[in-house]
T-cell receptor, first 117, second 113 residues
């Protein structure tokens, strides 16, 4: 399967600071990546679709100025949580889409645990 | 409204028992993926099913895609403690904007030794 990495795996920051999370596809090129947020004991909630070379598409209710997404290359997408607050504390997971002739597949990164103090 | 309903939400069984997780929708999907996620980690892809009526087997795991491509099931035979985790189904619709996946609510499986 395709390998997706995320960095950092854990980050603790003070309220009001910004945090950048990187998502990389290691052995393939990904024109489309996705950013999810997951609360404890819940399923994944899609935040936005990151498209290489163009603006990200945000899901309803997700503030684009709060969660900045940049997909500058075919192997890297970044999510920046700006002016983080304790309610932004969560598990953030990215995935990369691998187009297949029959049925697209998404491969997920290991996730980033963000704690905002 | 959850487009993909997973059931049950939680399942606790003894090692050696069988279990089945269901994923149902009123929508048709072009493909459906099953993932397993362990605490503090990202979901790991188990299988992708694309053809209505398709059955795929991975060792003790059997995946089935409904004939109408609206539902799917995951059956585990002789469950082991290593099967413990959160199982997620996710459907893709060919014409969905941005090739997004629709996730089910997840089934938390606990296999006790």
């Amino acid at each position: 399967g395709a390998v997706v990495s995320q960095h950092p795996s854990r980050v603790i920051c003070k309220s009001g600071t910004s945090v950048k999370i990187e998502c990389r596809s290691l052995d393939f090129q990904a024109t489309t990546m996705f950013w999810y947020r997951q609360f404890p004991k819940q399923s994944l909630m899609l935040m936005a679709t990151s498209n290489e070379g163009s603006k990200a598409t945000y899901e309803q209710g997700v503030e684009k100025d709060k969660f900045l997404i940049n997909h500058a290359s075919l192997t890297l997408s970044t999510l920046t949580v700006t002016s983080a607050h304790p309610e932004d504390s969560s598990f953030y997971i990215c995935s990369a889409r691998v187009p297949r002739r029959f049925g697209d597949t998404q491969y997920f990164g290991p996730g980033t645990r963000l704690t905002v103090l | 409204t959850q487009l993909l309903e997973q059931s049950p939400q939680f399942l606790s069984i003894q090692e050696g028992e069988n279990l089945t997780v269901y994923c149902n929708s009123s929508s048709v999907f072009s493909s459906l993926q099953w993932y397993r996620q362990e605490p503090g980690e990202g979901p790991v892809l188990l299988v992708t099913v694309v053809t209505g009526g398709e059955v795929k087997k991975l060792k003790r795991l059997t995946f089935q895609f409904g004939d109408a491509r609206k539902d799917s099931s995951l059956h585990i035979t002789a469950a082991q403690p290593g099967d413990t985790g959160l199982y997620l189904c996710a459907g893709a619709r060919r014409r969905a904007a941005g090739n997004k996946l629709t996730f089910g609510g997840g089934t938390r499986v606990l296999v006790k030794p």
